[in-house]
């Protein structure tokens, strides 16, 4: 058998995952006619179909769905050992790449990055806002955000932000003539601003909770959005009640400019938490920038 080429392996693992030449084109940064010549040439050296093609997807057959998951995860292993070898030049290099919602993205990665980077002038961060949960290890990240209520028992957790908690706010002007809720049940006389959710789709429950009693309340209002920032902004023009975390309008609070209700039904939560998969050999890039995102009390 003729000699494989790793790139080749590597080109096939891109449009395996993606399930699209066009997609791990992208990815790879090649041609989609140049991808499909070298998975066409790497099948008729093993002289085994790997990919079925239809005109709406690509899917492994059985012979690519083995090579998919035997040498998938020992490549991965290989690539992880060579970025690792960096810890031999002067200053740690290369490329982080992580996947965060929105909010933490804005509000702890990037004032952290912001520092961080002009003293390590070789490293690259690469930041994929991602309001759903992604799957980092399908889509071959370093690292992601989440709540530590939502990080998987087989990753490592770092924490890098202190505890959240929830406000349901609005204007001054919205609550002239209306009386404040006491009770997460009287927000449905209240117009709600409502967040869609970008993993099911439906829209969120506002969740509380006081003295052991957990609510979860299905509000109605006119307005609906899957921006969190739009939510708020919506609120500071007095359309209605907005559920946001706190730390996002605490400026708008202590301004005046909102006002908040109910904070004996939101008590605080775990903060958001860098997670990555427990096999992971942390390249000094990487190991750079988790110290530097860790959470070491106010």
């Not at 080109?11 to 041609?31: M, W």
């Not at 993993?199 to 209002?221: D, I, M, P, Q, S």
Request: glycine share 8%; net charge neutral.
């Amino acid at each position: 058998m003729a000699r494989i080429d790793l790139n080749d392996i590597t080109a096939f693992l891109a449009v395996a995952r993606a399930g699209s030449f066009t997609k791990a084109a992208a990815k790879l940064g090649v041609s989609q006619s140049a991808l499909s010549q070298t998975i066409r040439n790497l099948e008729a050296r093993l002289g085994l179909r790997l990919l079925t093609r239809t005109t709406r997807n690509v899917s492994p057959t059985e012979a690519g769905e083995r090579l998919l998951d035997s040498v998938g995860p020992r490549l991965e292993e290989v690539e992880a050992e060579l970025a690792a070898l960096s810890a031999l030049r002067d200053k740690p290099a290369g490329t982080v790449r992580i996947a965060s919602g929105e909010h933490a993205a804005d509000l702890i990665l990037w004032p952290v990055i912001h520092k961080l980077l002009p003293h390590y002038p070789d490293i690259t961060v690469e930041i994929i806002v991602d309001n759903g949960l992604t799957d980092i290890v399908a889509e071959r990240l370093d690292a992601g955000v989440r709540l530590g209520e939502q990080v998987a028992k087989d990753m490592v957790a770092v924490r890098i932000g202190p505890d959240l908690r929830m406000a349901v706010i609005g204007a001054p002007s919205y609550f002239e003539g209306r009386k404040r809720p006491q009770t997460p049940q009287d927000l449905t006389n209240h117009n709600c601003i409502n967040l869609r959710l970008p993993t099911a789709g439906g829209l969120y429950a506002w969740e509380f909770e006081k003295n052991g009693r957990e609510l979860r309340v299905r509000v109605e209002g006119q307005l609906v959005f899957n921006s969190a920032a739009m939510n708020v902004q919506a609120a500071l023009a007095g359309d209605g009640l907005a559920f946001v975390p706190e730390d996002r309008v605490r400026e708008h609070i202590d301004a005046g400019r909102l006002i908040r209700v109910l904070g004996d039904w939101c008590p605080p939560f775990a903060g958001f938490h860098l997670y990555y998969p427990s096999r992971r050999q942390p390249a000094p890039a990487f190991a750079v920038l988790v110290d530097a995102l860790r959470y070491r009390g106010p």
